[in-house]
């Protein structure tokens, strides 16, 4: 009775996850709206559950190449971290988020338009992956 209360009022009361959190991977979007992502497929190589399916495009840019397609399941995903371990660019990180709802297959498949997250919002997950990797 005289221990302080550990239950939190979730959803008004919203967990803060710290930077070493594994919620859903997310495309790291630059400046200029283009992805990091060099279409290079190593993370979908990687990942235990295939849930990524990449396809590259070609550009006339110096990055050479882009995904044309970009596509995560996210009812297959565990959420491991491999494709954000394995890809040299730190194009794909784990981000803190993990309200996840999906009410079919097709909704949970996520492509360029829900992965593509500012690299602003992932300030915190790409200083942690800089510091401890
Ligand atoms: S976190 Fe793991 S399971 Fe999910 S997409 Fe990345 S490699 Fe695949
Ligand atoms: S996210 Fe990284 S590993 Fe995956 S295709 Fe793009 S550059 Fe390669």
């Keep these: 009775m005289f221990r302080p209360k550990f239950t939190r009022q979730y959803p008004e009361e919203k967990w803060i996850p710290p930077a070493s959190y594994r919620g859903r991977p997310v ?5 200029d709206g283009t992805e990091r992502c060099v279409a290079c497929a190593l993370c979908s190589r990687v990942c235990p559950a295939l849930a990524i399916e990449v396809q590259a495009g070609e550009t006339a840019g110096e990055k050479e190449r882009y995904p044309e397609k970009f596509e995560i399941n996210m009812v297959r995903c565990i959420f491991c971290g491999f494709c954000e371990e394995v890809c040299p660019e730190e194009a794909i990180v784990m981000s803190d988020e ?3 709802v999906f009410s079919s297959q097709e909704e949970a498949i ?6 593509l997250v500012p690299k602003e919002k992932l300030k915190k997950r790409l200083e942690f992956l800089q510091e401890y990797r």
């Design 27 to 31: 495309l790291v979007q630059e400046d």
């Design 98 to 100: 993990y309200e996840l």
């Design 110 to 115: 996520y492509g360029k338009d829900k992965l």
